[in-house]
């Protein structure tokens, strides 16, 4: 009998308990003096919805304008269960990704290198573990190595274009999904080494376990943006960010990729080279990559690769479509390019195309891959100009959709304008007001695939045809609440006609 009235007692006691935790929690910036955004949910915080009904970037964008509105320049809201700050102030961006690196270092996200080895990608390793592979793999991505990678990317632009020559005229050709597969074939290649013509097939194993390692749900980006802060307790729980298929598959890719360009001495130019080369250096200095290093590190590189770029095709094509004016002035640039090229596409050629620059810079103003950066404290830290000190481990949000959105840096926000990133238009703006690859040293390092990937994609499409609004084209864009980052929710109707007939 005694046992029957404990247990009640025991959960109300836990309960209550838990309770008092998470309204205490929701009480530091108070105690600290703070000012706070305002009905935060008891679990959610002031992060409902995410991931199922609303995408971030709205979130993060209305409590910027609370903020700002009120003249402050950061404040504090609830990430879930965990007090955080949203920077709203240009200068305090500067002080948190360049001035003060050293204290902001760390995303907080999850990764365990041993137990979910995918997970111990550049983007998700912390302190010495991010410094020494981020040392390692930044000769990959100069610009030299671009010009060594930029042959694989023009093989595959060949595919994508024959594609469109065969099918532009289906009513049902949806261009989300073939720039998606585009850029799949892309990092397969450029990544793994492996041809498999994603553009053409409709289906194959790595098509599917990639498509699966881009669908985040709720739980995974709860583990990713929590399980920082609990790392520990994750590890002894054996929590995995990755599905065990996924991991398995791209393990042994990798596995079987190094062994064949060990034992037939093949070099296909691409990051896979780029890797070897790294361990083979590595060995000397006794830092060698080990394998579960070079998966996880292609593995970054494909489901940020194939993503982000995809996304940033697809929104430029959205509004080359309702700006068809700026269609064509491209399309004159790309052919005054490519003929001082001999009639080819170079590399060279490719990075004089100011138009086209502009075009992409203003295309990840209003839509960049990642709406918001996130920065965790290593110590205790004093808010600059305040007297305000918050507690190591605090989370530092930036919010980078809502600032590209902010019309006193970029007047009239929703209209697409690539005139703003002419260089006398820039510097007159705060220089850390717009961030589509984050800055400072734990900027993107792949930007500049990306940007070369994306560009030579649209040279592709839009050189040979000419794309237009049909009834399916929406007359406005919504974004996926379920992907991590910023992605159409759904397809992409085009009227396509060919330029030369």
């Not at 200095?285 to 996880?296: F, G, P, Q």
């Not at 794309?467 to 980052?485: C, G, I, Q, V």
Request: a positive charge.
């Amino acid at each position: 009998m005694d046992l029957i009235y404990s247990i009640p007692t025991i959960f109300l006691i836990l309960s209550l308990a838990v309770y008092y935790f998470l309204r205490r929690q929701q009480e530091l910036w108070l105690r600290l003096g703070l000012p706070v955004a305002v009905r935060p949910h008891l679990l959610f915080g002031n992060l409902r919805g995410i991931g199922q009904t609303e995408h971030s970037c709205y979130l993060m964008q209305r409590l910027y304008w609370e903020f700002k509105r009120q003249g402050l320049k950061l404040g504090g809201f609830m990430s879930f269960i965990q007090p955080a700050i949203l920077i709203v102030d240009p200068e305090l961006v500067k002080c948190i990704l360049v001035k003060d690196f050293n204290n902001f270092h760390d995303r907080g996200i999850f990764s365990d290198t041993v137990g979910d080895p995918l997970s111990g990608g550049l983007f998700n390793l912390e302190g010495f573990q991010w410094k020494t592979m981020r040392q390692k793999l930044t000769p990959a991505f100069s610009s030299g190595k671009m010009k060594y990678m930029f042959g694989g990317v023009i093989n595959v632009a060949q595919d994508l274009k024959k594609f469109m020559a065969e099918n532009y005229h289906r009513d049902d050709l949806e261009i989300k999904d073939v720039l998606q597969r585009f850029t799949m074939d892309v990092i397969g290649r450029v990544a793994f080494g492996i041809e498999f013509s994603a553009t053409k097939k409709s289906d194959s194993e790595f098509k599917r376990m990639a498509t699966k390692a881009l669908d985040f749900d709720v739980t995974q980006l709860l583990i990713l943006f929590l399980g920082g802060r609990y790392k520990t307790l994750l590890k002894n729980l054996g929590v995995k960010l990755l599905p065990k298929d996924v991991t398995k598959f791209f393990m042994e890719l990798a596995r079987n990729t190094v062994a064949l360009r060990e034992n037939s001495g093949l070099k296909r130019n691409d990051f896979m080279d780029l890797l070897l080369e790294i361990r083979d250096q590595g060995k000397v200095t006794r830092e060698e990559m080990t394998i579960r290093e070079i998966a996880a590190q292609c593995f970054v590189f494909l489901t940020a690769g194939i993503e982000t770029s995809s996304a940033t095709m697809n929104f430029c094509m959205y509004e080359l479509v309702k700006n068809l004016d700026i269609q064509e002035k491209l399309r004159l640039e790309f052919e005054d390019s490519i003929a001082r090229s001999n009639g080819e596409l170079t590399y060279e050629a490719l990075m004089s195309m100011e138009l086209l620059d502009r075009v992409v810079s203003e295309t990840l103003r209003k839509y960049p891959p990642l709406d918001n950066l996130i920065r965790v404290s290593s110590t205790a830290y004093t808010i600059p100009d305040t007297k305000l000190t918050v507690p190591a481990g605090t989370a530092f949000q930036i919010p980078v959709y809502a600032m590209h959105h902010d019309p006193e840096y970029f007047p009239d926000p929703d209209r697409f304008d690539p005139e703003r990133f002419r260089s006398e238009i820039v510097r007159t703006r705060p220089s850390y007001c717009y961030l589509p690859f984050g800055a400072g040293p734990r900027n993107c390092i792949g930007l500049r695939f990306g940007l070369m990937q994306t560009k030579i994609g649209l040279v592709t499409l839009l050189r040979d045809f000419r794309f237009s609004e049909n009834a399916r084209t929406h007359s406005k864009l919504a974004f996926d609440p379920t992907k991590f980052l910023l992605a159409p929710q759904s397809g992409m109707y085009f009227k396509i006609e060919p330029v030369r007939t």
